[in-house]
């Protein structure tokens, strides 16, 4: 908003955000530089007008999509968290832990093998939605488990397989070295 009086050249100028008013003697013999004066505000104020409306409609438009990306459900998968990519870990026995977009609510599982040794073994689920929730997961491969970490590189690789709500099936490996 804003308001202009010229009162030498009795011109009244005011812009109220709905409209211009202007109020005067009218007899159109204004200094050349009043007009281009009140030329400059007017165009002023109605790029001011149109960039208050933009901001609040990209306001408004950043809350939805906000609200959106909430909403909508992350495609399916699987990451191995422990150990790390490239971290060297002992021979023998490893107990591997992850996570995926599994929870309570969808009909998926977790499985891992070491250096693509068949069949993969089930995880355990531990995520907050109980059995079936392979939100968080871990394995174990004992000393007494086929699949063990031999000295050198090793790759580890886990499986999310899901039935509901859609047939999907999403792989995540990563490398390990064996140190004795």
Same mark, same amino acid.
């Given at each position: ?99 995926? #977009?599994? *929870? ?9 093998? /070491? !250096? @693509? =040794? ?21 394995? #174990?491969? *004992? ?9 050198? /590189? !090793? @790759? =580890? ?24």
């Amino acid at each position: 908003m804003f308001k202009l009086i010229a009162i030498s050249s009795s011109i009244i100028v005011e812009d109220l955000s709905m409209g211009i008013r202007m109020i005067g003697n009218h007899d159109h013999n204004l200094p050349l530089e009043s007009k281009r004066l009140l030329i400059v505000i007017l165009i002023f104020g109605i790029f001011a007008s149109f960039n208050w409306i933009n901001y609040t409609y990209a306001q408004e438009a950043s809350k939805v999509s906000a609200t959106q990306n909430t909403t909508q459900q992350q495609p399916p998968g699987v990451r191995i968290t422990s150990p790390t990519k490239d971290e060297q870990v002992p021979v023998g026995e490893l107990k591997i832990s992850g996570i995926s #977009t599994d *929870d309570d609510s969808t009909d998926c599982q977790v499985s891992v093998n /070491i !250096n @693509d =040794l068949k069949p993969l073994v089930n995880a355990t689920a531990t995520g907050p939605g109980g059995v079936n929730d392979y939100s968080n997961w871990t394995i #174990t491969f *004992d000393k007494d488990s086929p699949q063990k970490i031999k000295p050198g /590189i !090793n @790759d =580890l690789s886990s499986k999310l397989s899901c039935v509901n709500p859609s047939n999907v099936t999403k792989f995540y490996s990563i490398n390990v070295t064996g140190a004795p």
